[in-house]
């Protein structure tokens, strides 16, 4: 007689499989693992993950937008702590690389150059468009409080562009391990350019003042 699943069973067999598909997926590469595969690794028979998701990119989906969730929450939370605009910079620059650190292959998976996020998955769509809003809104902060004097949204996607290059070169092994420097070191400098470069100059704050 076939066992009777809980909802707590298959909420535990969803998680496993996804933490198993993350590790693969991070390692191998999406067209690297196959269904089979992970069944496998689960000891479980091949048609079994197909009770849980539709396919592989089901899988990958889903796994993406768990790590969104997890990704927005951590700057969310570093926003939420202070309302000096440059101190609030510094967290949620802290929190993005704390995140990257603790989680490197969820972090690989989310920015898979390989694998296009696809916004049509309805799972999917939501807290990766947050995760993008929350670090535009940053920078339209910082614009609102005249901290900068640039397009907001160009701004935050370059920050954005900036330390995710920097995550990708540390995880590469490309930095202090290689006589450059440090994550924490290199991310505060480009953002300590980025922000005097975009700060008001004096000419303008002068004219503004009259």
């Known amino acids: 007689m076939p066992r009777y699943l809980t909802d707590k069973d298959i909420a535990d067999f969803r998680a ?9 997926f991070a390692r191998h590469g999406y067209e690297g693992v196959t269904m089979r595969q992970l069944a496998e690794a689960l000891g479980c028979s091949p048609k079994t993950p197909y009770r849980y998701f ?8 889903t796994v993406r937008a768990e790590a969104f969730t997890k990704f927005g929450d951590a700057l969310e939370t570093a926003a939420a702590t202070t309302d000096d605009p440059m101190e609030r910079a510094r967290r949620v620059g802290g929190a993005y690389l704390r995140f990257a650190a603790e989680n490197p292959h969820a ?5 898979d150059i390989d694998q296009p996020i696809d916004y049509r998955h309805p799972d999917l769509a939501p807290p990766a468009q947050r995760s993008r809003q929350l670090i535009t809104r940053h920078a339209e902060y910082l614009a609102e409080k005249g901290i900068i004097d640039v397009d907001p949204q ?19 092994g490309l930095l202090a391990t290689r ?4 994550l924490r070191t290199l991310s505060q400098f480009i953002g300590e350019l980025m922000a005097r470069g975009a700060a008001p100059s004096k000419t303008k704050t002068k004219g503004r003042k009259k």
């Open 154 to 172: 160009l701004y935050g996607w370059a920050l954005w562009a900036a330390t995710h290059g920097v995550v990708m070169l540390d995880q590469a």
């Open 107 to 111: 972090y690989r998976i989310m920015f």
């Open 16 to 24: 496993e499989l996804c933490r198993v598909a993350t590790e693969r």
């Open 179 to 182: 006589g450059g420097p440090d």
């Open 54 to 61: 539709k396919d592989k990119a089901d899988i990958l989906a």
